[in-house]
Structures are given as structure tokens and as C-alpha cells.
């Protein structure tokens, strides 16, 4: 009876740890609606990304565009350029830097950590998309 119930722990730990492992790799919920898409960035066109602090928006993905930000050498996030506050197309952050404000209820969002709201009436963080390298000049945006 006992090994049965040693078992059962290490199932139960087994089973603890990879939902704890798989909920680590999402990005967060958003009233923003999802819409698929996937597009590549050529970084020596978008050469601006390359030096950290700088943001660029691609109107070719996402519900209201993405804002693409470079945060460090190789370290780059996307969001949605759709606010958080004002869920519509024509409710768009307006990216200078590593700040973006929406052009309709000014609220401010910082694109380092999660472009969480720094001021305004918005307090959900834009939501945020899957990037990564495919080689030294590409990055690859998704959901």
C-alpha cells in the first residue's frame, strides 16, 4: 500500500510541475481579440530595431498592428498596438522610443516589462506576441 501511495505523490508532483512548466511559456490573457498571423522583420531594412531603446510599428499583424521594441542587443518584445482601455482599430498606440501612447484616452504604456500602463485611464498591459530569430538579419513575429 505504501509504494501505491508513493506512486501516487510522485504522479501528483509530476503533473504539478509540468502545469507549472507550461504556464510559464504563455503570454498573458488580453481582452484584445486574437487574430492569427505570422510575419517576418528583415532587420537591415528595420535597421532602427537593432539599437536598443527603439520601437517600430508593422500595420501587418495583430488586431491594430504590432509595435515591435528592442529592449537589448538581441532582446526583442511585440504587442498589439490596439489600447488596452479603448478595444478598436481606430484606438492605436502611437510608439516613440520605449513609451506609446493611444492616440484616443492618452494612456501611456513603457514597453519594457510587459508595456504594462505607466499613466491614463488604461490598466491592462497591451497584449503581447511571440517573437524570435531565425538567423542574424530575421526575426519572425506570431501568435
Known sequence: MQEVFK??????????????SNSCNKIQDS?????PFSFTINLTIANDLTIPGNS???PAGGF?????Y???????????ATCTYE????????NTGVVGECSCCESKFLFTGGA?????????PLRQYN?????????????
Open 31 to 35: 481582452q484584445v481579440p486574437d487574430i
Open 56 to 58: 517600430m510599428y508593422f
Open 70 to 80: 528592442c529592449e537589448m542587443p538581441d532582446v526583442y518584445y511585440a504587442y498589439d
Open 7 to 20: 506512486k501516487g505523490k510522485f504522479l501528483f508532483l509530476l503533473l504539478v510541475v509540468f502545469l507549472v
Open 64 to 68: 491594430g498592428g504590432v509595435i515591435v
Open 87 to 94: 478595444i478598436n482599430q481606430s484606438c492605436k498606440i502611437q
Open 131 to 143: 517573437i524570435s530569430r531565425m538567423n542574424s538579419f530575421t526575426l519572425r513575429v506570431y501568435n
Open 116 to 124: 504594462f500602463p505607466a499613466k491614463g485611464p488604461a490598466a491592462a
